[in-house]
């Protein structure tokens, strides 16, 4: 799988998971565009991959407003000539009592994580269906899609709707030859993962949790050309918890 001159676009991508993907893409010889609101770690993980020999710029980008994605598109169609690879990454999260959520907190979760994906989809495509062989975008959604815990109903139903809008978006767009698929993550480890436990890991059939790179690789291997008669699909990438019965004694 080769990258080599091709434009990758990562929303959310400072930090965490998409901070993680961007480094991996440039690995892999594609040009990069860092997307993210925060400016100082967005410029930051740029840096860090040019010295590294990468390729990569950072735009700075509020996936809720319709105008700043619509100049990260042209920004980097502009730069490179062409767009051929979207991830959908960025997003947050509210745990709040379903009592005491307000409409203002909602309405941000459900922007950020869920309508900025058809904004970024919808941007992206009209300049994919250009291009000779098409192009490929990821929704990072969540296992969170499928299970809950409490106090999580706009995270959830963002997540939830991700992952509808993902198979919309392939039937959609497959006619332009445009693959769309989304990525579950579980329990992705971004901070220190020598901190974590026995007990932690073992919740896990794999008997670790995972790491941005699990996802990664998992992006790089839906987007790649050869791989482009999978589309409209949900990978789960949890290390099994979602497929373990647990019983309380």
């Not at 994605?69 to 042209?74: A, G």
């Not at 062989?133 to 106090?151: C, D």
Request: charged share 20%; proline share 1%; hydrophobic share 40%.
């Amino acid at each position: 799988m080769s990258f080599l001159n091709k434009t990758i676009i990562v929303t959310g991508a400072a930090k965490g998971i998409g901070k993680t993907i961007a480094e991996m893409y440039a690995e892999n010889g594609a040009n990069v565009i860092l997307a993210d609101v925060d400016s100082q770690a967005g410029e930051q993980t740029a840096r860090n991959i040019k010295a590294k020999g990468g390729r990569a710029m950072f735009v700075q980008t509020d996936v809720r407003q319709e105008a700043s994605i619509v100049q990260l598109m042209k920004t980097a169609q502009n730069t490179y000539g062409t767009i051929n690879i979207l991830i959908n990454n960025a997003g947050k999260g509210l745990f709040k009592s379903v009592y005491e959520v307000t409409l203002e907190e909602w309405d941000d979760v459900l922007n950020t994580n869920l309508r900025s994906v058809f904004l970024a989809s919808r941007e992206a495509a009209k300049y994919m269906r250009g291009n000779h062989e098409g192009g490929a975008i990821i929704n990072l959604a969540s296992t969170r899609a499928l299970m809950s815990e409490p106090s999580s109903e706009s995270y959830a139903a963002s997540k939830g709707g991700i992952v509808a809008i993902t198979h919309a978006l392939a039937t959609s767009l497959g006619a332009d030859r445009i693959t769309v698929n989304a990525i579950s993550p579980g329990w992705i480890e971004t901070g220190d993962y020598s901190k974590l436990s026995e007990a932690d890991h073992a919740q896990h059939l794999s008997k670790r949790v995972g790491k941005p790179e699990d996802v990664a690789r998992a992006c790089l291997y839906l987007t790649a050309k050869e791989n482009d008669f999978v589309t409209g699909v949900n990978l789960v990438i949890d290390g099994g918890m979602t497929r373990k019965m647990i019983y309380e004694e």
